[in-house]
């Protein structure tokens, strides 16, 4: 699960600013999952994306979260203003196509100051 | 309700000992995952089931899917053994993957 690269690995905003992450799944996966790990919790989805398209976004906040697998290039997750509560651990996950195995990143942990 | 549940939420084990990690789940599921994550690092696969048992050294995961439950044994505990468990389903109806809240496990030399 090497091969799933995050970055950057820590990451710290003042309230108010824009947060990105960048995941680049592993070669040849074309699905890429984001979850959140808010401290003392357990992992919860996010998002679940294929090249070009968002499939699933049902675990994504309403407001200021974003994401996107773009057809060249890492999936980003994007956080605009943000504030303290989006303090966590963010991973993501890749797969194949059809495949039910999924690699993890090492993680990007956001502080919001 | 959790659709996944662990037990124990923490477990202290002397080294050597044989340890055994609960996960139950209530959805339909079409891969169960145990995964190991040390304090501030990453997550690291250990096991994809969907049917049956895996070893791999000294790890056993066993999956009893009309019970829908796993288990995860390591024998001969050491302390870098050390880590939160976290049991993972991925659902069978959707994109969705389901976590416990994970078990903290520490083994003392």
């Known amino acids: 699960n090497a091969g799933v690269m995050q970055n950057p690995r820590h990451l710290v905003r003042r309230r108010g600013q824009e947060a990105r992450l960048r995941c680049s799944p592993m070669k040849g996966h074309s699905h890429v999952y984001w979850y959140r790990q808010l401290p003392e919790e357990g992992l919860k989805f996010m998002v679940y994306l294929q090249k070009e398209n968002i499939i699933d976004e049902s675990g994504m906040p309403k407001e200021r979260f974003s994401a996107e697998f773009p057809k060249e290039g890492p999936s980003i997750l994007r956080i605009q203003q943000v504030v303290r509560g989006d303090s966590a651990a963010y991973f993501c996950?890749?797969?194949?196509?059809?495949?039910?195995?999924?690699?993890f990143g090492q993680g990007t942990r956001l502080t919001v100051v | 309700k959790n659709e996944v549940e662990q037990s124990p939420q923490n477990l202290t084990a002397q080294e050597g000992e044989f340890i055994t990690i609960n996960c139950s789940y209530s959805v339909g599921i079409s891969a169960l995952h145990w995964l190991q994550q040390h304090p501030g690092g990453g997550i690291v696969s250990l096991f994809m089931l969907s049917s049956g048992k895996k070893k791999h050294g000294r790890l056993i995961a066993t999956i009893n899917i009309q019970e829908k439950h796993s288990s995860l044994h390591i024998t001969a505990s050491h302390p870098r053994d050390s880590a939160v468990y976290i049991c993972?389903?991925?659902?069978?109806?959707?994109?969705?993957?389901?976590f416990g809240t994970g078990t903290s496990l520490t083994v003392i030399p």
């Open positions: 996950a890749s797969s194949w196509v059809g495949v039910t195995e999924a690699f």
């Open positions: 993972a389903v991925r659902e069978n109806t959707g994109n969705q993957f389901y």
